[in-house]
């Protein structure tokens, strides 16, 4: 069973910044879509990014030109750089590792944007 470990989380005020990690406990090179999805109060899960084939990414509308999703392949694990954050980015945030076998989903991390 793969672990996938969430870390970076936290509050921050408007226009802050945070840097998510997911560690992964094996390699993360076999896996074709490495991705963050988040899900606020009373709201569905919602992909943010992703990278697909280890070097194609996509970004949802609301967060193009602010977040920037990333992997290391030699540390295993997969980031999230979010600037310019704001409330409507409050959310747990869960990092997804999936190819046609498996699927594997982090425990999520809190993040909350407020003053």
């Known amino acids: 069973q793969v672990q996938l470990v969430e870390s970076g989380g936290g509050l921050v005020q408007p226009g802050g910044s945070l840097r998510l990690s997911c560690a992964a406990s094996t390699s993360i090179f076999s896996f074709s879509a490495m991705a963050w999805y988040r899900q606020a109060p009373g709201k569905q899960r919602e992909l943010v990014a992703n990278?697909?084939?280890?070097?194609?990414?996509n970004y949802a509308d609301s967060v193009k030109g602010r977040f920037t999703i990333s992997n290391d392949n030699v540390k295993n694990t997969v980031y999230l750089q979010m600037n310019s954050l704001k409330p409507e980015d409050t959310a747990v945030y869960y990092c997804n590792l999936r190819n046609p076998l498996y699927d594997y989903w982090g425990q999520g991390t809190q993040v909350t944007v407020s003053s």
């Open positions: 990278i697909i084939s280890g070097y194609r990414t």
